[in-house]
């Protein structure tokens, strides 16, 4: 029996009943990165409504880098939108030492607006 284009390329079969299966692997990635909440979110989000570009990156084996990438983008728009929204609106150490309730609703009230700003720049695009 002649081989097929997939045997003479180096994979192999299984069989399952009576059927032969491809034995696919994904290929694996250079290096494992961790992603944080940012990026989960964003892995959710191409899942549920980018599906060609979740399956893409995934069989190419960039996704984890992929996520990671982005983990650190939003996290450090995050960081830097927080600060300069407490600096515009007098959020300071004093006033955490002055009147900590205070402090804590405009840091909340800070941290609540520019979550929905990283989501909608780079989470949910």
């Known amino acids: 029996m002649a081989k097929t284009i997939f045997e003479e390329m180096g994979g192999t079969y299984v069989r399952q009943g009576d059927y032969f299966i491809p034995c696919l692997t994904l290929p694996a990635e250079k290096e494992t990165k961790p992603i944080g909440v940012w990026g989960q979110r964003h892995k ?25 990438d982005i983990d650190v983008q939003a996290e450090e728009m995050f960081s830097r939108l927080v600060k300069e929204y407490a600096d515009r609106q007098g959020v300071t150490e004093q006033l955490k030492a002055e009147n900590q309730h205070l402090w804590i609703q405009k840091m909340s009230n800070i941290q609540s607006y520019v979550q929905e700003v990283v989501e909608s720049e780079i989470i949910y695009s």
Do not use: D, V
Request: aromatic share 12%; proline share 0%; no cysteine.
């Open 44 to 68: 959710r989000y191409l899942r549920e409504h980018k599906r060609a570009t979740y399956t893409t990156l995934l069989t190419s084996g960039k996704l984890n880098s992929y996520l990671a």
